[in-house]
């Protein structure tokens, strides 16, 4: 870094913060696509272990010829042409990476899906992609036959938990989950085909490697953005390997290639443990060690005590919940580098604690679907929890602004925007909301609060977007109104955030009756066949008005105020 870079501007104060080494600039163009850098990886580490879960491990040498097949299955035998959307629909199986890296290797752009969305829900996110095909776990297949006859998908591929797990255990494992569990609602969909009967088909035939450049498209992350109905963040090769080389360059001081075991408890739909785990991992040759049920916890933890990991990622509440098991102290804590929390704010207490437990900091960082994630992360070298979300990283410019779009000084709060590599290219098919969040100087606009101190570390204080986040999953609240709106005995609704100490918030929804005999009951059991489990109200208050301005619109900002005053009594 040159001597104009580490004094920096009064437009870049991040960079005298920098630990030494780290760049201000990245070569974005190191990579053509995300297959060109996972190719290298495989290449690399081929014998190197890549993924790892219940028990059973692929080097990255298998991974390569499993999503070759994998690839050549969709292109071969379901005719899916380059920029298709797939959907993937799984918690974290061996499975996920097989047909994640075999959809981008045939250049098809991944559509990732929650696996616990009602019908409702899926629906929409396979209506507004068009994706013409999924790849879906059984335990969920029900959900699809509820409404694929309204949805663009002509081909469906069934995996189920041991798919990939070596015979007899395979057999015993779907057995069990199938017919002991009773985990696997029965399910009709015409002619589906197994996802082991697809890389045997991909076997027979050879992949036509389509040429993938950094403009196109590799994935639709779908955001409720501000307006509370889901959109498709449209990332391209480009803006992943943009952040993959962004983190390799910020802790490339910690990690060694081909050495480090990293814990991938959060689920790789997710953003963060997409791009983290799954990508910037990989492309190092780490051995990522997969967590299907991450909320069992004692079944979490003893998972932990086979492996002298070197890294995890997880959200605020996943580290709390750890800690507060008794069985976490016997864990081997020596040789962990990295512990990296995201997705929601790391509290206070958590970090404190987490680094007495463990001696190592929890680092936090901050990013959204549609920067890829990361946009700011601190310091590796960090020795103790600051309260910020850390310095904007390599290639990456933050201004907070003011609501006409000007700058303001250091220190004073203003919206967080972010503009880099990573910034996605726009929304799937809604140029109207890709204009509101983008800039005239192309800055993305967040929706977060916030400020930078003199020495460029960002601090989020409030967020301008009424979003809810539970154990760092976005809630918003439009959405919920909207669900609550179809309800016949509800005249109108309005739903906040409020503090919980499991889950970061929970959400509230306050409801102004049509029909006096509503109740509670009625309430939560409307929600739970429309919404999945974190969107769910967690406190319900009836009310016989709302707030709301003098044209009519309900003022969220005063519910959140009264519940403030409530509870500082």
Known sequence: MSASEINGSQNSPWLKSYQPGIPSQVDVNEFSSINDLMEMACKKFANRPSFTNMGKMITYGEL????????SFLQNDLKLARGDRIAIMMPNLLQYPVALFGALRAGLVVVNVNPLYTPRELEHQLRDSGAKAIVILANFAKTLEEVIPSTPVKSVVITEIGDLLPLPKRLLVNVVVKYVKKM???FHIANTISFNEALSLGKTTNLSRPVIRHE???FLQYTGGTTGVAKGAMLTHGNIVANAVQARAWIKFLIKDGEEVIITALPLYHIFSLTANCLIFSSIGAQNILITNPKDIPGFIKELKKWKFSAITGVNTLFNALMNHPDFTQLDFSGLKVSLGGGMAVQRAVAERWKQLTGAPLIEAYGLSET?????INPMNLKEYNGYVGLPICSTSVAIKDDSGN???LGQVGEICIQGPQVMKGYWQRPDETQKVMTSDRYFRTGDIGYMNENGFVKIVDRKKD???????????NEIEDVAATHPKIMESAVIGVPDEKTGEAVKIFIVKKDPSLTEAEVLA???TNVTGYKMPKLIEFRSELPKSNVGKILRKDLREQELKKHSK
């Open 467 to 477: 979003m809810v986040i539970v154990s760092g999953f976005n809630v918003y609240p």
């Open 64 to 71: 390569d010829r499993l999503a070759t097949q994998f690839a």
């Open 526 to 528: 409307h929600f739970k």
């Open 184 to 186: 696997v609602p029965e």
């Open 372 to 376: 890829s994630p990361a946009a700011c």
């Open 407 to 409: 700058n303001v000084d």
């Open 216 to 218: 196109d498209l590799a």
